[in-house]
């Protein structure tokens, strides 16, 4: 099971204090410095979200990640115009595409693929041609699956926001729901990952899930990173995910 580490909160972080000149050299905390903290704790790959509104990451970080980290690169963004220019010029390894809306504090719910296949399938060809494998953050919903490898995608990443957020017989049925989706996604052939919520204690529950080849963890690794260091939360993280088999 590979691990990407999604270090959007440090950049978050940052941004509370020193919004109007995230360049600063006093600009703290570093995002590049947290991206090779990630690369020293054992992360596969890093990601990033830079969002319409620059709330968190900026396109300067991106790029010197890019530059800098001997990782592959996750870019997530909207399936927009002005993000798809970012991406040509940034060529990313991968691209994770998830839907956005300003209000949200973070990205909740999955991208419609089959409610927005011709566009969709036109975005997913101009990064694939670009280099980057697409990925499509979806519900677990089979019908979402289906859609994502009828447009030509490669990949998909299954959300698990009400996963981590439901316990009991309503965590039962989301598991029920992340086996099916996966299930079907192996069966098309797509390379199926995971990501939202993710924590230590629910891997066990997570672990029920087959064919994942990927997790995409962020807030709880840079929790957990505030009262150990960076480098240690992604040791730790790696070791907790390294039980997974399918
Ligand atoms: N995957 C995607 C597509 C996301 O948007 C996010 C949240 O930014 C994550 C994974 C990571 O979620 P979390 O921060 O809850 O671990």
Not at 35 to 53: F, M, P
Not at 110 to 122: K, M, Q, T, Y
Not at 167 to 192: Q, S, Y
Request: hydrophobic content about 45%; overall charge negative.
């Amino acid at each position: 099971m590979l691990l990407g580490v999604n270090i959007d909160h440090v950049a978050t972080l940052r941004q509370a204090r020193y919004a109007t000149m995230p360049d600063a050299p006093h600009a703290e905390p570093r995002v590049l410095e947290a991206a090779r903290a990630a690369l020293e704790g054992g992360a596969d790959s890093i990601t990033l979200h830079v969002r319409e509104d620059r709330r968190h990451m900026q396109d300067a970080d991106a790029f010197a990640v890019r530059r800098e980290i001997p990782l592959p690169l996750n870019l997530e963004m909207g399936a927009t115009q002005a993000m798809l220019d970012v991406a040509l010029k940034l060529k990313p390894d991968y691209v994770c595409l998830v839907p956005e809306r300003r209000q949200e504090i973070t990205t909740e719910g999955g991208l419609d693929v089959a409610g927005h296949r011709d566009s969709l399938r036109e975005l997913v060809a101009a990064l694939q041609a670009n280099g980057s494998r697409v990925s499509m953050f979806i519900d677990p919903d089979v019908c979402q699956v289906e859609a994502s490898a009828a447009i030509g995608a490669p990949m998909i990443e299954l959300h698990t926001g009400r996963f981590a957020n439901t316990l009991g017989a309503e965590r039962n049925a989301e598991v029920e729901r992340l086996i099916a989706a996966a299930t079907r996604g192996h069966e098309l052939g797509l390379e199926v990952h995971a990501g939202h919520g993710i924590q230590i204690p629910n891997l066990a529950d997570l672990n029920r899930v087959p064919y994942l080849s990927e997790l995409n963890i962020g807030h709880t690794i840079i929790a957990r990173a505030v009262f150990i260091g960076l480098t240690a939360a992604v040791r730790e993280m790696k070791a907790a995910i390294s039980s997974y088999r399918w």
